[in-house]
DNA sequence: TTGGATGCAAAAGTTTTGCACGGTT
DNA sequence: AACCGTGCAAAACTTTTGCATCCAA
């Protein structure tokens, strides 16, 4: 079997190329949005793969220290959320209602980041930006 | 006794005065940098005010709920921070060496985010930006 | 063959809750 | 007196870990 992307990116980090790893990965990669460990473990076990919640998270883990997978603490309930990453620089927009995220990925923050750090002598590594509202539909519906 | 400032707040928001209450919420006032309740408790074992764990939890949900006291989700290792909340709009400045938070209270947003809700169609109800990097004494070191 | 990956069960860490009792108003 | 606040213990919830076994390379 030739390599697809996804065996050719496990191999190229070291990480063997196990069955519930590649459908994790696949799961993240199909999704609009962020989802939790516990998600992942539900869609697997409705696609009927088996397996553990602790190999969900050791995976995901895994998936982060590689840099294929951003880990996000967004949803204020003290989940962790993960999502493919796609080496896009981005931003949350985040419904108050029905929770849906939705990505941006305009940056408004380059020359302000400068200036922070000529001000505070800080090197900057990165930064996060959430954005907390009401969503279209949900206006509609109030 | 005349009621202190923190006494007529306490009544003001329905609130007991009760020791505890008053002395966590002094901590929290004192404090210049976000707490975690685990510190809080801790401190009051220091100052010989016995109070549980959950009643710690209790009260920082009470203040937190009150508005006199804002629950920030910004560690990354899932434990929630609390800060006394002194009515100003700030962002967050986190050196990833030391761990320290450093408020900054200028805000680079105002226009981006009104030029986002129109754009979006959302109604923007506020934002959080946390900005990473290091400080000037811990690039020192290195 | 060998080291990484997994399942299972147990533990760890943080936060919440039920219940009886105690303190503030 | 009424109600809110508290202590204690147990539970809930998310995540981590130890260990034996299994599987990909």
Known sequence: MKDTGINATFKG????NTKSRLAILDILERS???VSAEQIFLELKEKNISAN????????D????????????ITGDS????????MVHKHYLICLECKKITAIESCPLGDYVKALARETDYSIAGHRLDIYGFCPDCRKKD
């Open 13 to 16: 980090c070291g990480l063997k």
């Open 32 to 34: 609009v949005q962020p």
């Open 53 to 60: 919640l602790s190999t969900v998270y050791r995976t995901l």
């Open 62 to 73: 895994k998936l982060t220290e590689k840099k294929l997978v951003t880990k996000l603490q």
């Open 79 to 86: 989940r962790a959320l993960f999502e493919y990453n796609r």
